[in-house]
């Protein structure tokens, strides 16, 4: 297990070494929540990197990453635990077949951490061999208030109640790291709980870095050329403008196709490498991908 950086530059240096490059705002949120245990709360557009954050952290410190992925109904009981219904059932109909059973001590034999199915929160709680894990809530966007009322007594006390076992309490309170796209607005009482950094798409000398990190096999001339051409794509009125995730995707989509530079053609093939609606495509395949290849290449020209 990796001790807590020691400085603002020690958590830049190993989220480097672990494949993400935070520029400076970053890292301080990163060691303010880590120096004070407080949750971290990262909002910002789809692909920017939000749960790379996460699983660099987790690595980084070599702690257990437990991933609560969000979704439109979850609740309390999906997120907490589950009973292994199955596993009860039988247990009562191998006990009837054996006559005789006592049906309070079969009642408290079946409500025990025997037949839990734990979920992430509940796991969370628990004590880790390598200390206490990262908690990724992810898209919390996606869920309706209820859920973020229950997440506040959660994440406040490190704690869930579970009515058959009672209250369980994390020995040690989690690394906890939330993430939104800004579907919708989350509870100014859940934000109070966290600290907050908005997570924006990177300058180009930055993303150049992170390019660098996650597909060093491409050039530095191809590099150049995606980086530009995506920020480029940044600025057009799309439906969905592509994050960092998809240069990372075009350019290994590239290096797959043993492309040394972009094309016109080699950009209508690989659009839906970087842009995933067909609207988006169709706005900017053709002469307007053209245009914006003349652009960056005349932007890179020798004066």
Same mark, same amino acid.
């Given at each position: 297990?990796?001790? =807590?950086?020691?400085?603002?530059?020690?958590?830049?240096?190993?989220?480097?070494?672990?494949?993400?490059?935070?520029?400076?705002?970053?890292?301080?949120?990163?060691? =303010?929540?880590?120096?004070?245990?407080?949750?971290?709360?990262?909002?910002?557009?789809?692909?920017?990197?939000?749960?790379?954050?996460?699983?660099?952290?987790?690595?980084?410190?070599?702690?257990?990453?437990?991933?609560?992925? +969000?979704?439109?109904?979850?609740?309390?009981?999906?997120?907490? +635990?589950?009973?292994?219904?199955?596993?009860?059932?039988?247990?009562?109909?191998?006990?009837?077949?054996?006559?005789?059973?006592? @049906?309070?001590?079969?009642?408290?034999?079946?409500?025990?951490?025997?037949?839990?199915?734990?979920?992430?929160?509940?796991?969370?709680? @628990?004590?880790?061999?390598?200390?206490?894990?990262?908690?990724?809530?992810?898209?919390? /966007?996606?869920?309706?208030?209820?859920?973020?009322?229950?997440?506040?007594?959660?994440?406040?006390?490190?704690?869930?109640?579970?009515?058959?076992?009672?209250?369980?309490?994390?020995?040690?309170?989690?690394?906890?790291?939330?993430?939104?796209?800004?579907?919708?607005?989350?509870?100014?009482?859940?934000?109070?709980?966290?600290?907050?950094?908005?997570? /924006?798409?990177?300058?180009?000398?930055?993303?150049?870095?992170?390019?660098?990190? @996650?597909?060093?096999?491409?050039?530095?001339? =191809?590099?150049?050329?995606?980086?530009?051409?995506?920020?480029?794509?940044?600025?057009?009125?799309?439906?969905?403008?592509?994050?960092?995730?998809?240069?990372?995707?075009?350019?290994? +989509?590239?290096?797959? =196709?043993?492309?040394?530079?972009?094309?016109?053609?080699?950009?209508?093939?690989?659009?839906?490498?970087?842009?995933?609606?067909?609207?988006?495509?169709?706005?900017?395949?053709?002469?307007?991908?053209?245009?914006?290849?003349?652009?960056?290449?005349?932007?890179?020209?020798?004066?």
């Amino acid at each position: 297990m990796t001790g =807590l950086p020691a400085d603002i530059s020690d958590v830049t240096r190993q989220l480097a070494g672990n494949g993400y490059i935070a520029d400076r705002a970053l890292s301080t949120v990163v060691f =303010l929540a880590l120096k004070l245990g407080r949750p971290l709360f990262l909002e910002g557009e789809a692909g920017v990197g939000k749960t790379e954050i996460a699983k660099a952290i987790a690595a980084a410190l070599g702690r257990r990453l437990i991933r609560l992925q +969000c979704y439109e109904g979850l609740d309390a009981a999906s997120a907490v +635990c589950d009973w292994n219904f199955a596993a009860q059932m039988l247990a009562i109909r191998t006990a009837e077949a054996g006559g005789g059973a006592d @049906r309070e001590a079969l009642r408290a034999e079946l409500f025990t951490e025997d037949y839990l199915i734990e979920r992430p929160l509940l796991a969370a709680m @628990r004590p880790q061999p390598g200390g206490a894990p990262v908690l990724l809530i992810d898209e919390l /966007d996606r869920t309706d208030e209820p859920f973020e009322a229950f997440l506040l007594e959660a994440l406040s006390d490190f704690q869930v109640t579970i009515p058959e076992l009672g209250t369980i309490r994390a020995p040690e309170p989690p690394i906890v790291i939330l993430t939104s796209n800004r579907t919708r607005e989350v509870h100014d009482a859940l934000k109070r709980r966290c600290l907050y950094h908005w997570v /924006d798409y990177p300058s180009f000398d930055r993303e150049m870095e992170i390019l660098h990190a @996650r597909a060093p096999e491409a050039t530095e001339t =191809l590099s150049r050329e995606i980086v530009a051409f995506v920020q480029k794509l940044r600025r057009e009125d799309l439906f969905k403008k592509p994050g960092v995730a998809e240069t990372i995707d075009w350019a290994k +989509c590239l290096l797959a =196709l043993d492309v040394i530079a972009l094309s016109p053609e080699v950009i209508a093939d690989t659009l839906g490498a970087i842009l995933k609606y067909q609207d988006d495509i169709q706005k900017i395949a053709g002469a307007p991908a053209r245009k914006i290849l003349d652009e960056l290449r005349a932007d890179f020209a020798p004066a």
